[in-house]
């Protein structure tokens, strides 16, 4: 039950910082690019903070766990992930990119089933197919 209310209140936090992220955008005329790089460096000082006594875990994780957080959360996700999303975020009305940008749910058990070993039931395919239908309505012009 844990899980899903933080999966919920990650899902709160991204749509209403979507929202202040597409006005700072705006107001200041600003390149995605800066403004992914201000979100970016809050994100830095704040993390950086809360999980400072944790960071001794880092001798023991080894290179191949820090390089798939490299590689997924600093590359994929973190750069071009949100670099793709303030562009679209700049250019397009939030009702028409968040449902399209927030379909990650989608690739990532995706990723899980082919690669990670993660069953599929019929109940995970229709609501992959759900979501999928419903984005798309929302998104028809």
Do not use: D
């Not at 992914?36 to 880092?58: D, E, F, H, N």
């Not at 989608?106 to 109940?123: D, N, Q, R, T, V």
């Amino acid at each position: 039950m844990l899980a899903v209310l933080f999966a919920i209140l990650t899902a709160a936090a991204w749509g209403v910082g979507g929202y202040f992220e597409k006005k700072g955008l705006k107001l200041g005329n600003l390149s995605p690019h800066v403004g992914i790089t201000v979100r970016t460096a809050v994100a830095i000082l704040i993390l950086g903070v809360i999980s400072l006594p944790q960071w001794k875990q880092l001798g023991n994780a080894g290179t191949k766990s820090i390089l798939y957080l490299v590689i997924g959360g600093g590359i994929v996700a973190g750069s071009i992930g949100m670099l793709c999303f303030y562009a679209a975020i700049k250019e397009a009305p939030l009702s028409r990119v968040m449902p399209i940008a927030f379909t990650a749910p989608l690739f990532g058990a995706l990723m899980g089933m082919m690669f990670g070993g993660e069953p599929i039931s019929m109940k995970i395919v229709i609501g992959m197919l759900l979501t999928v239908s419903g984005i798309v309505v929302l998104t028809m012009s």
